[in-house]
């Protein structure tokens, strides 16, 4: 297959844009420069601020292209999405707890199980609405998760509004809910990209069985699949990539909607080559949109959340269109 | 040798009784057409014995043992189970698929997927995708994802139903030509039910009102109460012809 090695040159080239891309261009020359040791201020600006900011936007996009490919398949719905179902807006309430909140245990440990909680818990909500309501396909799922997505947002502002006190954490908060990807010390980055690689691991586990419940569930229970069990442990694993990708993050709109659609035009539905792919056009998505939100407008930076809105906004629509046609 | 077994099913939901106290000894081999009116429990009963849904009271036996104590693949192996709409979720290719029914068995016989793809034409249908492929074309690769492990019970509901003729025939003979294996089908057709299988089970409101051979049992009144109408029986040099009655 050809597009394996076009996927990863297209990743290697945007990690190249994003490096370059800043209030301040750098050329592939300044990159070479910097990569061979050279010290100066554009070779250390390079080395310390850009480089592991455009990687962890590139783990980040990976993630969410995983996370929307494992809710895809869990819904059997390509209009489910993190942000949309309301886990993404679960794992952003839990991180707001944790940045607002004085609680006794340190916030590096209580962010991502907070956010984790969040996500898994909302996801969980939006399941039992749907279920108790009757409405489990694809519309009514979707009503339960913006319903559920707009009461946590209200519950996240009522937070900040509430403990307002603490300027510069409100600061962080705000950023996290309009998306955007903090620039990690090298270590930090080390983490990201260990967490990247095991929620890949993760969801290849649930490849296969992806697949079988994509027959529907009536073939899955003949073909010998505990549904029942395996939505759970799938949510609760998709739970664990999005409260990463929101940990890192924050709120990126439609990157996990749109990844699956491409890497399914890429190389087709089933779920083993899917979630790779997804991880990798995910990736692409948000170092490019991250090196948009840098250098568009300089001095000053767009939220990256904002970016990904403007341009998956349509690509939404659209693809509501195309649905509601069929 | 398998067969299946009823023990005193019960299913009901929401107030409403689909299966009332019913008992039906299958098998281990031949064909069985299952028929009865709209709402008789037919659909229900074949989710039942292949353990898609569960009975409010009764067990299901396969072969020796209880279908509630089988493994989940090992179910899957034992029992074929072909629904009455197939639709999936994503637009998988016509290998894809029957590689996904493959996968289920962990003791494939060797060249299954082959020999499967053979028998039902589908190496020229290649890499088409589900949503290029006509009905006939789908009837046929949906039989060659259930049958590919080759269950000694395949359990059909109506799969047939939506085809024109030929492929309809095309698909009751795949299903009932196979000596050594279990075949219950739910049948429409009730001149294709007394054709074509060799045993007929007639179902109404939840439980067996009439059950034997096709050719004896092609004169049973009960089959006209089942239906609440009265059939005229026409001999065909090959089989028998049920017109439901206009006359007084």
Redesign the interface.
């Given at each position: 297959m050809r597009v394996w090695p076009l996927l990863i040159l297209a990743l290697l080239l945007s990690i190249l844009i994003g490096a370059a891309a800043g209030h301040d261009w750098m050329s592939p020359a300044d990159l070479l420069r910097a990569l061979a040791g050279d010290t100066d201020l554009r070779g250390r600006l390079l080395i310390d601020w850009r480089l592991p900011r455009v990687l962890a936007a590139a783990c980040v996009g990976g993630l969410l292209g995983l996370g929307g490919t494992v809710f895809q398949g869990v819904f059997?719905?390509p209009l489910a999405e993190p942000y949309l179902l309301g886990s993404a807006g679960g794992a952003a309430l839990g991180a707001t707890v944790a940045l607002l909140v004085p609680l006794a245990a340190p916030q590096s440990f209580v962010l991502p199980v907070l956010a984790f909680a969040g996500a898994w818990g909302a996801t969980m909500l939006v399941i039992g609405i749907s279920r108790v309501a009757g409405a489990v396909d694809a519309a009514g799922m979707l009503l339960a998760g913006v319903a559920v997505a707009a009461v946590l947002g209200a519950l996240r502002s009522f937070l900040m509004l509430a403990l307002s006190d603490e300027t510069a954490s409100l600061q962080i908060v705000l950023s996290w809910v309009l998306g955007g990807v903090q620039t990690p010390t090298w270590p930090i980055l080390g983490l990201l990209a260990a967490i990247s690689i095991a929620c890949l691991a993760l969801t290849l586990l649930l490849a296969?069985r992806l697949?079988?419940l994509?027959?529907?569930e009536?073939?899955a229970?003949?073909?010998?699949?505990?549904v029942n069990r395996f939505i759970a442990f799938a949510v609760l694993a998709g739970s664990v990539v999005v409260a990463a990708a929101v940990a890192f993050g924050g709120l990126v709109a439609f990157v996990g909607l749109a990844s699956p659609h491409i890497a399914?035009w890429l190389v087709?539905?089933?779920h083993r080559p899917l979630l790779p792919a997804s991880a990798l056009v995910g990736a692409i998505v948000v170092t490019l949109a991250d090196a948009i939100a840098r250098s568009a407008l300089p001095p000053a930076e767009i939220p990256l959340g904002l970016v990904t809105a403007i341009a998956g906004g349509p690509f939404f629509i659209l693809l509501l269109a195309r649905r509601l046609r069929a | 040798m398998t067969g299946i077994a009823a023990n005193n099913l019960s299913v009901r939901r929401n107030g409403a009784t689909l299966l009332d106290g019913l008992s039906l000894s299958l098998g281990p081999t031949g064909s069985v057409a299952i028929i009865g009116p709209n709402g008789a429990g037919k659909s229900t009963l074949l989710?039942v014995l292949?353990?898609?849904d569960r009975p409010t009271a009764g067990t299901v036996q396969v072969g020796e043992r209880d279908l509630a104590s089988l493994?989940?693949?090992q179910?899957?192996?034992t029992?074929?189970?072909l629904?009455q709409y197939?639709?999936?979720?994503?637009?998988?290719?016509v290998a894809?698929l029957v590689r996904?029914?493959a996968?289920?068995s962990d003791r494939l016989a060797a060249g299954a997927i082959e020999a499967v793809t053979e028998k039902f034409e589908l190496t020229e249908l290649g890499r088409r995708r589900w949503s290029t492929l006509s009905g006939g074309e789908r009837a046929r690769v949906l039989l060659a994802t259930v049958l590919v492990v080759n269950p000694p019970v395949l359990l059909a509901d109506e799969p047939a139903a939506s085809l024109d003729i030929r492929h309809r025939l095309d698909v009751i003979r795949a299903l009932t030509r196979r000596p050594d294996r279990l075949s219950v089908v739910v049948v429409h057709d009730l001149d294709l039910a007394f054709t074509f299988f060799e045993r007929v089970v007639v179902i109404d409101r939840g439980k067996v009102v009439a059950d034997g051979p096709a050719k004896s049992l092609i004169d049973d009144t009960r089959i006209d109460e089942a239906f609440s109408v009265r059939f005229d029986r026409l001999k065909t040099p090959d089989g028998w012809l049920l017109r439901a009655s206009t006359g007084p």
């Open positions: 059997r719905n296969r697949d079988v994509g027959l529907g009536t073939m229970i003949a073909f010998g699949l505990n399914r087709g539905p089933l | 989710k292949t353990g898609i493994s989940n693949a179910r899957a192996n029992i074929g189970y629904p197939f639709e999936p979720h994503w637009d998988l290719g894809e996904l029914g996968d289920r």
